[in-house]
């Protein structure tokens, strides 16, 4: 199994900053894609970013230039650096991994969610 823990999130202004970070463990596991979703209240849960073992990274067209995906894959991390947030960014944000764990297979793996507030 791979627990997923995030950090970060709270309530800041329109045009201010956020980081959040997710941290996996677990023992046996090798992850392909991590990233982030969010859901808002009524809304259902989409993608923010992701970032592939590879390299390669994709954005939801709503954070494109606003919004940065950085991941470590040594210490199976990934972080979400978010610019210029929006009240429309307003959602909890959820940490995912899809992860090869060892006599399980493949699985999509999902954090606790963390609370993201844009308002002034």
């Known amino acids: 199994q791979v627990q997923l823990v995030e950090s970060g999130g709270g309530l800041v202004q329109p045009g201010g900053s956020l980081r959040l970070s997710c941290a996996a463990s677990?023992?046996?596991?090798?992850?392909?894609?991590m990233g982030w979703y969010r859901q808002a209240p009524g809304k259902q849960r989409e993608l923010v970013a992701v970032?592939?073992?590879?390299?390669?990274?994709n954005y939801a067209d709503s954070v494109k230039g606003r919004f940065n995906i950085s991941r470590d894959n040594a210490k199976n991390t990934v972080s979400l650096q978010m610019n210029n947030l929006k009240p429309e960014d307003t959602a909890v944000y959820y940490c995912?991994?899809?992860?090869?764990?060892?006599?399980?297979?493949?699985?999509?793996?999902w954090g606790q969610g963390t609370q993201v507030t844009v308002s002034s």
């Open positions: 995912n991994a899809d992860a090869v764990v060892y006599r399980l297979g493949l699985s999509r793996y």
């Open positions: 677990g023992s046996g596991f090798s992850i392909n894609a």
């Open positions: 970032s592939i073992r590879s390299g390669s990274t």
